[in-house]
């Protein structure tokens, strides 16, 4: 099997996810290398992963997806699916980055993202099915998503998407965070670069539970392992609290989800990508959308409040704040009033 070339490494298929800095235990920041380096990650590739490579004689590695800052997403075949001519054989398998690989609480982290993905099984959230480890590697295999990232979708339409279309993801996207919320569980790195979309089914799954955490500070494990200590930051998108390392809660996806909304409705950041911080220093407001009417507009701006005791309390309340449905009697007075005029017009 020939070794990946740096030519493949930079191909739009996969996603180099660089803008992010990690803190470590001891409060240091420990930043992945902004740029991915290249001959180290073809070196590892070579010795440890390429295409072709099997994993526990159960999958067989066929293409590398994306590295973020905590790791390395392949596309591989289940080969017992395969031989059992499975239509779709396709699993996804995420490994940990040579980058974080050597940190204390590397493997910590990943084994809680996956209890995280169990106790979050919902249509709009990836679906992790194992937890497994060879001789050298502990991964979790996933389903395979098909589609593009969110910050993909964003891009291709920098005056926003049609409303209905953004309201039909950002639905997707409040009811996938709803669920994690009911369930305990905040995700804490609710970015554009951790939600995919499906253009055949225009439907949502959000993945990387990396950094979540139960909203339940009495649930949060007493281990070296704590979000202060270390936590994995896409900054724009990241609520203020977050950002000053305060204890976050599940008012933290609301601030990132009206973040990503307002980019969908608009094609352009809130606070025109600076980080919460630096919105608050340069005393920036968001521009209400035209879309929009003054209460959406209200809504959507109160959720991206920079201090969290100002935001929306709920998803809930957001998407129904920002998307009202009709209200049943003005839709009936509607109609019969309608039938009214039209009845005074035949006579
Ligand atoms: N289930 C999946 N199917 C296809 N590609 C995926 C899947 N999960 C992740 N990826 C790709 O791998 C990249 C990194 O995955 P992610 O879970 O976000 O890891 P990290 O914690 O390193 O950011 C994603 O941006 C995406 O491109
Ligand atoms: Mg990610």
Redo the contacts with the bound molecule.
């Keep these: 099997m020939s070794a990946i070339s740096k030519t493949q490494q930079t191909s739009e298929t ?2 180099h ?1 660089t803008d ?1 800095t990690l803190f470590a235990s001891n409060g240091q920041i420990y930043t992945p290398s902004a740029q991915p380096d290249f001959d180290q990650i073809e070196e590892d590739a070579n010795s440890l992963r390429q295409p072709g490579t099997l994993i526990g004689n159960h999958y067989r590695l066929e293409k590398r ?9 392949w ?1 591989a075949i289940d080969i017992i699916r395969e031989e059992g001519n499975l239509r779709d054989p396709y699993v ?1 398998i ?1 490994f940990l ?1 040579a980058d974080f690989k050597p940190h204390p609480d590397a493997l910590k982290v990943f084994v809680r993202e996956f209890n995280r993905y169990e106790r979050v099984v919902h249509p709009n959230i ?1 679906r992790a099915y194992k937890l497994d480890r060879t001789e050298n590697e502990t991964f979790i295999v ?4 098909d589609g593009i ?1 969110l910050t993909e979708l964003i891009k291709k339409n920098p005056h926003g998407l049609q409303i209905k279309k953004a309201k039909s993801i950002i639905k997707d996207m409040a009811a996938a965070l709803a669920h994690a919320h009911h369930e305990g569980i905040a995700h804490l ?1 609710f970015t554009p ?2 939600i ?1 979309y499906d253009p055949k089914t225009e439907k949502i799954k959000v ?2 539970f ?1 950094v979540a955490q139960p909203i339940k500070t009495s649930e949060r494990e007493q281990t070296n392992y704590t979000f202060k200590g270390l936590a ?1 930051l896409t900054k724009p998108y990241a609520s203020y609290e977050i950002l000053m390392a305060l204890t976050p809660d599940a008012r933290a996806d609301i601030y990132s989800l009206a973040c990503i909304s307002y980019e969908l409705l608009s094609g352009k950041h809130p606070y025109k990508g600076n980080a919460a911080n630096e919105a608050q220093q340069k005393n920036l407001h968001p521009a209400p959308i035209k879309k929009l009417n003054r209460k959406q507009n209200k809504v959507l701006l109160n959720a991206l409040a920079i201090k969290r005791n100002e935001r929306i309390d709920s998803v809930e309340n957001f998407f129904n704040g920002l998307f009202p449905s009709p209200n049943p009697v003005k839709k009936c007075l509607v109609i019969s009033v309608g039938i009214m005029i039209l009845l005074l017009l035949l006579i």
Aim: net charge negative; glycine share 12%.
């Design positions: 996969e996603q996810d992010r997806m994306g590295i973020g800052g905590m790791s390395e997403v596309k996804a995420k980055s990836v996933m389903a395979f998503l990232l790195d670069n951790n995919f993945i990387d990396g994995a």
